[in-house]
């Protein structure tokens, strides 16, 4: 919570200009809330181990496109959420998504290669 209240600090005076200040700062609760929720995950993530090094490319990922894979794949998150939480437009978090599996498309091939020689 602490780190809410910097970012509300930080943003104050633009914030008081706004015509929906409780809006805006739920949603600055909700996206420090969800990175932090993000950040730990990742790092869970990283001390995993898939069998195969998905985690540990996952964890690799650039923070953003982590962040929309995770949403989107594993909190089950649509675009429009996604983008709501990370305070992205709906095409930023597709594209994102798709450079993510762009970088993590060599570690499924390899995966399903070792499956179909079994």
Request: charged share 25%; aromatic share 10%; glycine share 4%.
């Amino acid at each position: 919570m602490h780190r809410v209240f910097l970012e509300i600090l930080r943003h104050w005076d633009a914030l008081l200009a706004e015509s929906d200040l409780q809006q805006q700062i739920w949603a600055i609760m909700r996206r420090t809330v969800i990175a932090e929720s993000l950040l730990s995950f990742r790092e869970q993530l990283m001390t995993m181990d898939s069998g195969i090094g998905l985690y540990k490319a996952l964890g690799n990922l650039p923070p953003r496109q982590f962040d929309v894979i995770a949403l989107r794949y594993i909190a089950k998150y649509d675009t429009k959420r996604i983008g709501w939480c990370m305070g992205l437009t709906a095409s930023t978090v597709d594209y994102h998504c798709r450079k993510a599996r762009e970088r993590l498309s060599p570690i499924y091939h390899r995966a399903k290669k070792q499956e179909d020689t079994k």
